[in-house]
């Protein structure tokens, strides 16, 4: 089934440019101007991945990102204006899988989208003996970087959103090392952002709760304060 996109926002130009840039690369896009014409398209859509904008003319982007995150780990990526960026850093502590700054470039927005589909993927019910492609293992948990899943002990995927993916990878690849907030953020992003410390505690707080305490009773994420944080499972 081809992947279906449902892109809100209020710019005709901007949903011009992403129905054009998405559907040469064999995505399925949806569109709609306003939240009460996206609640209808959504309804009558099986939609894989959001595009929303952070300023509608009748409702708030990170409200409905709020809204979405309490009943689907679909992707979401958030589309703000330059001037928006403290918005779309708060999009990421919310739950986003990314942030768009508008204007933005066709090839961007292409990788950008390309990059959450390959996390979130086609689910895997069940994992033959031996969990192939696994490249980290901790307590019964498997970590694949190629399919970009996590599976637990019992063989069920454990959703991550593409940040919270990026953020665990990072720290087992370097894992009893101390990482600072800025070389995590570095690592999941890419790039810096202003208030880089609230965005990464915030996506440590949500993995943590994906991430049930080990066997031993500890937390596998460990805070080293002033620093950063550890993998210590």
Same mark, same amino acid.
């Given at each position: 089934?081809?992947?279906?996109?449902?892109?809100?926002?209020?710019?005709?130009?901007?949903?011009?440019?992403?129905?054009?840039?998405?559907?040469?690369?064999?995505?399925?896009?949806?569109?709609?101007?306003?939240?009460?014409?996206?609640?209808?398209?959504?309804?009558?859509? $099986?939609? &894989?991945?959001?595009?929303?904008?952070?300023? /509608?003319?009748? @409702?708030?982007?990170?409200? %409905? +990102?709020?809204?979405? =995150?309490?009943?689907?780990?679909?992707?979401?990526?958030?589309?703000?204006? $330059?001037? &928006?960026?403290?918005?779309?850093?708060?999009? /990421?502590?919310? @739950?986003?899988?990314?942030? %768009? +700054?508008?204007?933005? =470039?066709?090839?961007?927005?292409?990788?950008?989208?390309?990059?959450?589909?390959?996390?979130?993927?086609?689910?895997?019910?069940?994992?033959?003996?031996?969990?192939?492609?696994?490249?980290?293992?901790?307590?019964?948990?498997?970590?694949?970087?190629?399919?970009?899943?996590?599976?637990?002990?019992?063989?069920?995927?454990?959703?991550?959103?593409?940040?919270?993916?990026?953020?665990?990878?990072?720290?087992?690849?370097?894992?009893?090392?101390?990482?600072?907030?800025?070389?995590?953020?570095?690592?999941?992003?890419?790039?810096?952002?202003?208030?880089?410390?609230?965005?990464?505690?915030?996506?440590?707080?949500?993995?943590?709760?994906?991430?049930?305490?080990?066997?031993?009773?500890?937390?596998?994420?460990?805070?080293?304060?002033?620093?950063?944080?550890?993998?210590?499972?």
């Amino acid at each position: 089934m081809v992947p279906c996109i449902l892109a809100l926002d209020d710019e005709a130009a901007i949903l011009t440019i992403v129905r054009s840039t998405l559907e040469q690369r064999g995505f399925r896009v949806v569109t709609a101007k306003s939240l009460a014409q996206f609640r209808m398209v959504d309804a009558q859509e $099986q939609v &894989d991945l959001y595009l929303i904008d952070t300023s /509608l003319p009748d @409702g708030n982007g990170l409200s %409905l +990102l709020r809204e979405l =995150r309490k009943v689907s780990d679909r992707g979401i990526i958030l589309l703000a204006p $330059q001037r &928006d960026e403290a918005e779309g850093v708060l999009g /990421l502590e919310l @739950g986003a899988d990314d942030t %768009l +700054l508008k204007p933005f =470039r066709e090839r961007e927005l292409a990788a950008r989208v390309g990059a959450v589909f390959r996390r979130t993927g086609r689910p895997v019910a069940s994992l033959p003996a031996g969990r192939p492609g696994i490249d980290h293992e901790f307590d019964g948990y498997g970590l694949s970087l190629q399919a970009r899943k996590l599976w637990a002990p019992d063989g069920r995927e454990v959703e991550l959103t593409t940040s919270e993916f990026e953020l665990l990878a990072a720290l087992l690849g370097r894992r009893g090392q101390v990482l600072s907030r800025d070389q995590i953020m570095n690592a999941i992003k890419g790039r810096q952002w202003e208030s880089y410390d609230r965005v990464v505690d915030g996506i440590v707080s949500r993995l943590r709760r994906k991430l049930p305490a080990s066997r031993s009773g500890s937390p596998f994420i460990r805070t080293v304060h002033g620093v950063g944080y550890t993998f210590a499972g």
